[in-house]
């Protein structure tokens, strides 16, 4: 049987007024690491329908590679309507919606923990690792405390210029909610693995990610 990996977008627009939405290349780049390796993908969003597309994930227009999966989210599922259970891992992509609409959210939280318990592999990239925050386990502490995690760094928050604009930094709070964050230098290619939990750095890791979630599956 074919296995299958849930690929999330945020339904996200904006960000204390600064527009903003999917980084393509975290969601498009995966999604052919997986298709080619004969792992079925499917994309989600939070609320459903179009996904908007960060604009400065695609600078000279969509990319020819990544055109048809940018097709795909024009129109998408709601994250509530699809069966966790049908699938053997869940990949959450970034951009800085995710910031706006996966932290905090008790649908992704759920997504996490339904995840874990079939013993599925949890992935995130860049600020869809926003996902892991504010999760809490069974006895009330947090998903990510102990666990070795990397993310968007407050260094490269710092670099694009949108520290004033995000709801918090990531790798702060990461910290703050005890997590062993691993930052590499800024913009590398770099991905963590702990367990069946693996997570990317920002998007030069995209593809590095989803190869690492395929040798987990």
Known sequence: MTKKVLLVATSATEMNGHPTGLWLEELAAPYHVFQDAGVEPTIVSVKGGKVTLDKNSIPDGIPAEFQSVADMLEDTK???????????????????GPMVDFAS?????????????????VGAVCHGVGALVDVKKADGTYYVQGKNITGFTDEEEDMVKLTKYVPFLLESKLREQGAAFVAASAFADHVIVDGKLVTGQNPASSESTAKAMLELL
Do not use: C, Y
């Open 105 to 121: 959210n008790p649908v992704i939280a759920q997504l996490i923990h339904d995840t874990e318990s079939h013993d599925g592999v």
């Open 78 to 96: 709601a994250l509530a309507d699809v069966n966790v259970s049908d699938f053997a891992g869940v990949l959450f992509a970034g951009g800085h």
